[in-house]
């Protein structure tokens, strides 16, 4: 059912402002419009510790998932579209900890009802060894959950 009244505001008519109610298969497809990219590479829900470099302050955050050519994560304030930084990943290695530096580029954001961000960003370049580095990390959290 879709009810809707015209907005007008400063900038003129912007069509109908709708109250939509979608069958959850919708809502995937319209998701999937949205974020086409979203299911290129699988990803595995992970969380670590990231911390995002920009304008030469490091923003905490938390992974949600990553996979070999990006990662979701949770941050205070928002990016801008398109924005380069780089991220350090803190990934465990037993009782160590293995810092990872990648360039990576903000691809969407939405906000999320903690206040927070949830940003999804490309990996775009890394030092020499780090992407074969979290390609076999992942490979191995893979084998750990089968073997649990």
């Known amino acids: 059912m879709t009810t809707g009244t015209p907005f007008r505001g400063l900038l003129g008519n912007l069509g109908s402002a709708r109250m939509e109610t979608q069958d959850p298969a919708k809502k995937a497809k319209v998701a999937k419009q949205k974020y086409d990219f979203h ?15 920009r304008f030469q302050e490091g923003l905490a955050s938390s992974s949600v998932n990553m996979s070999p050519s990006g990662i979701c ?3 205070g304030e928002p990016l801008d579209d398109d924005e380069r930084f780089k991220v350090l990943l803190y990934i465990p290695r037993g009782k160590e900890v293995e810092i990872l530096k990648v360039e990576a580029r903000m691809v969407w954001q939405e906000p999320i009802e903690t206040g927070m961000f949830r940003t999804g960003a490309a990996f775009e370049k890394f030092a020499p060894g780090d992407e074969r580095r979290i390609r076999q990390w992942l490979l191995d959290l893979g084998k750990e959950e089968k073997k649990a």
Request: glycine share 0%; aromatic share 12%.
């Open 39 to 53: 299911k290129r590479f699988l990803r595995k829900p992970v969380e670590i510790r990231v911390e995002v470099e």
């Open 73 to 75: 994560f949770d941050v």
